[in-house]
């Protein structure tokens, strides 16, 4: 299995994609939830620069309930958002509005493994209809 194209980046986010697409969609997992909008904006690890802002009504059908979004750092090893447990949380309580910031776990690049961490942070907003 480990060809020649490996890197750890590659197999952490081989390992992640599988462990989303064998995770039940957001309709299966959460019978109340009836509409959900994210709204995502990425920043540098100083929280100043932003990298960039998107927004959207996510369609529970087809969504996966292990609920992740990808660093913006091209380089980032074993990082990205896993936002899963925000959302359970957030749909357990019945809120209506979550919102709060996440920093990347990862490492800022394959050549600072275990030296420099990413930190880049994703502020996010999340709107929940029942
Ligand atoms: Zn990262």
Redesign the pocket.
């Known amino acids: 299995m480990h060809g020649p194209r490996t890197s750890p980046r590659s197999e952490y986010l081989l390992k992640e994609k599988q462990r989303v697409l064998e995770s039940p969609s957001l309709a299966e997992k959460f019978h109340k939830l009836k509409s959900l909008t994210v709204d995502l904006v990425h920043f540098d690890p100083e929280g100043v620069t932003k990298n960039s802002q998107i927004k959207y009504t996510v369609n529970l059908e087809h969504a996966k309930s292990v609920f992740r979004f990808g ?1 913006h ?1 091209h380089e ?1 090893v074993r ?2 958002f896993d936002l899963s447990d925000v959302l359970t949380q957030a749909v357990t309580a019945k809120r209506k509005s979550v919102s709060g910031e996440a920093r ?1 776990q ?1 490492w800022r690049s394959r050549s600072t493994i275990d030296t420099v961490p ?1 930190r ?1 942070i994703l502020r996010y907003k999340f709107t929940l209809g029942y």
């Open positions: 660093c750092n980032c990082g990205d990347c990862g990413c880049n």
